[in-house]
């Protein structure tokens, strides 16, 4: 775990120094937490929104650390039901459309396509012999076969069979059936912060969005006396 950590450190300081720092946002420091944000669709759009979480991303994609964790939380079916959730909540589109419409995105991107340390960050989590070595020993990892017996438990199947009477599940189910989705969505999508930084101006009167809403322009200032 130690090697873990003082890779990820490493990857974090060797990508895209060139690219302006932002504040500050907290980022998975187990695999179990990267498994849980990699599941939930309103938040893991952030990896590839910036390069600078991509990388330290990729530090735990390609350690078989990650693959056990996911592949435990998989097996409970209220995990699935709060991928699903996830999925229908607005924010989601939030997160995800700010890849196609925020010019901010590419040039993120543009920078360390042209940051050699980005591709050499890349090139040692790719390379790392200490995790191919991890990878090689996975067959004889004790975790792993603690997984197969997870999958042959009875009880593993008899919680799929109850997962509908699951408040989890139930919640998730009645979703789509709650009045105050649909409006949620709406917003979200007429909103311009929505779709980027550059975006939010459009919001600010006499800019064409509200001018082609007018319940959203501000009202006239009183007359003076």
Do not use: C, H
């Amino acid at each position: 775990m130690k090697r873990m950590t003082a890779s990820l450190l490493l990857a974090m300081a060797l990508a895209t120094p060139a690219i302006a720092a932002e504040p500050a946002q907290a980022f998975p420091a187990t695999p179990e937490e990267m498994a849980r944000y990699m599941t939930d669709f309103t938040r893991n759009a952030e990896i590839l929104k910036d390069p600078k979480k991509f990388v330290p991303f990729v530090a735990y994609a390609t350690d078989p650390n990650l693959l056990f964790a996911l592949s435990n939380q998989l097996l409970d079916p209220a995990r699935w039901a709060e991928i699903a959730q996830s999925l229908m909540s607005p924010a989601s589109y939030n997160a995800w459309i700010q890849l196609a419409s925020d010019p901010n995105v590419s040039m993120r991107w543009l920078a360390a396509s042209m940051d050699g340390n980005f591709f050499a960050a890349l090139s040692q989590q790719l390379t790392d012999p200490n995790k191919l070595a991890r990878w090689a020993m996975v067959p004889t990892d004790p975790r792993a076969l603690e997984l197969l017996m997870k999958a042959l438990n009875p009880q593993a199947y008899l919680k799929w069979l109850l997962a509908p009477a699951d408040p989890r599940v139930v919640q998730t189910a009645l979703v789509p059936m709650n009045p105050a989705l649909y409006p949620g969505w709406s917003a979200t999508m007429m909103n311009p912060a929505t779709y980027g930084q550059p975006w939010q101006g459009m919001a600010t009167y006499p800019y064409a969005y509200p001018a082609a809403v007018p319940m959203l322009a501000p009202p006239p200032a009183a007359p003076k006396p």
